[in-house]
């Protein structure tokens, strides 16, 4: 079994780190000093939830063409990454391999094999010149929804912060080998990883609330407790959020909770800064595109008016613009 990790940093090798630990053949795909740490010295991963740490020496490399067929790609980059450099996945591939698109996000694929008259169409906030649909194709692909949280301490060093929730599924909800097959080779390897029958569901769960909460993060430097408790900042929160349901449920998405006890389950995260707001602090490209235009995108598609999305969209595009933290999917 070979399993590549594409695009290796904290989440990345993260889970490249407990699949190794499992016994199972990784290869980390990543750059710069981590790739050169890891290569020279390895990768040591400590958890900070588990209070364990695990050294290994795994595969790594920037160039994909060195590597074996894989039997999954778990594709971990910033979603403008994933956008861009699909192409580059091809060497990897053999007609069996599967690609697991942890991204944050809808992603490109969220319309094949959606059993509606949306069948098909393509979401070009995500994936602007189709390279991930036409590279990789939506026949490879498995959804997933990633909810460990970890960061990169120093190269060929990730800390684990919390989180072990890692479901997947199949497109069109079927429970196949290929889901099954890799739900058990992660949940033996620590990560709780179920096969969803309804994948998309997972995915909007966890958006609706980053849809929100990661602009306005980055607009106010608020962490996510003090947006919940700022009236004017949650209540801009609220107003996204109802938008961003409303366009999930012409969907067939159907919400499990109130949009209250969304808010409430992250203002109990505490002093916690968005990947947004950490995204700009640190002068890194922010996907911003990924977790808000791509919801106004949806809206226009089942035609659900989102002005407030539209609006906040486009003021922490400009902050990121001028901050220098925003690539332009389009080039």
């Not at 010295?41 to 740490?53: H, I, P, R, V, Y």
């Not at 956008?83 to 969220?110: E, H, I, M, Q, R």
């Not at 649909?133 to 498995?142: A, G, H």
């Not at 109990?268 to 002068?283: C, I, P, R």
């Amino acid at each position: 079994m070979n399993i590549c990790i594409f695009g290796s940093g904290a989440i990345g090798s993260y889970i490249g780190a407990l699949l190794m630990k499992n016994g199972i053949k990784v290869s980390l795909i990543c750059r710069g000093e981590h790739l050169k740490a890891i290569q020279n010295k390895g990768l040591l991963m400590q958890s900070a939830e588990t209070n364990t740490e695990y050294f290994c020496k795994p595969i790594a490399t920037d160039d994909p063409n060195t590597l074996e067929k894989q039997d999954y790609i778990i594709v971990t980059l910033k979603a403008h990454s994933a956008a861009l450099t699909a192409n580059t996945l091809t060497p990897l591939f053999k007609d069996s391999t599967t690609v697991v698109s942890a991204v944050n996000g809808l992603p490109w694929w969220y319309f094949y094999k959606a059993n509606n008259q949306y069948e098909n169409m393509k979401l070009q906030s995500v994936d602007p010149k189709n390279l991930q649909w036409d590279y990789i194709t939506p026949e490879r692909s498995l959804g997933c929804v990633v909810y460990p949280a970890a960061e990169i301490k120093a190269p060929g060093h990730v800390y684990h912060i919390e989180g072990d929730r890692f479901p997947i599924g199949e497109p069109d909800g079927s429970k196949s080998i290929r889901v099954q097959g890799l739900s058990k080779i992660l949940i033996s390897s620590g990560l709780k990883s179920p096969v969803r029958k309804n994948i998309r569901a997972d995915i909007w769960m966890k958006l609706w609330g980053n849809l929100a909460f990661n602009p306005i993060s980055a607009l106010t430097g608020e962490t996510l407790e003090e947006i919940a408790n700022n009236n004017k900042s949650c209540t801009i929160v609220k107003k996204m959020m109802l938008e961003g349901q409303a366009v999930a449920e012409a969907l067939g998405i159907n919400f499990p909770i109130t949009l209250e006890k969304r808010i409430e389950g992250t203002r109990n995260v505490g002093a916690h800064k968005t990947s947004t707001l950490q995204d700009l602090e640190l002068g890194r490209p922010m996907e911003i595109d990924a977790l808000t235009k791509s919801v106004s995108e949806a809206g226009k598609i089942v035609n659900i008016p989102t002005p407030v999305i539209d609006k906040i969209y486009e003021k922490v595009k400009l902050k990121a613009i001028k901050a220098g933290c925003y690539i332009n999917p389009n080039l």
